[in-house]
């Protein structure tokens, strides 16, 4: 059974850095597209970045310059590196497939950012 989970999340002031990680149990990277989405309390979950298998990267108009995606498929492990974190960053933060695999939702990893 595949597993995602993510961790790197923490409480950082606006302007810092954070690296966040997803690391999966099974070999689904290698084939498949991975993205990062997000949820902030009362709003929907979005994706804020992802990446194809081949390496290519997109990213939502509001993180675009200061989030970086990346991916190691011989680690099974993506990554999310975010600079000049905002308040408006502050939420909890998942890794899936592109599409997203309903069954491999994590637990996910909280970014707060405070001003």
């Known amino acids: 059974q595949v597993q995602l989970v993510e961790s790197g999340g923490g409480l950082v002031q606006a302007g810092g850095s954070l690296r966040l990680s997803c690391a999966a149990s099974g070999r689904i990277f290698s084939t498949n597209y991975m993205g990062w989405f997000r949820q902030a309390p009362g709003k929907q979950r979005n994706l804020v970045a992802h990446?194809?298998?081949?390496?290519?990267?997109n990213y939502a108009d509001s993180v675009k310059g200061r989030f970086t995606i990346s991916r190691d498929n011989t680690k099974n492990t993506v990554y999310l590196q975010m600079n000049n974190l905002k308040p408006e960053d502050t939420a909890v933060y998942y890794c899936?497939?592109?599409?997203?695999?309903?069954?491999?939702w994590g637990q996910g990893t909280q970014v707060t950012v405070s001003s």
């Open positions: 990446i194809t298998s081949g390496g290519s990267t």
């Open positions: 899936n497939t592109i599409p997203a695999t309903f069954a491999y």
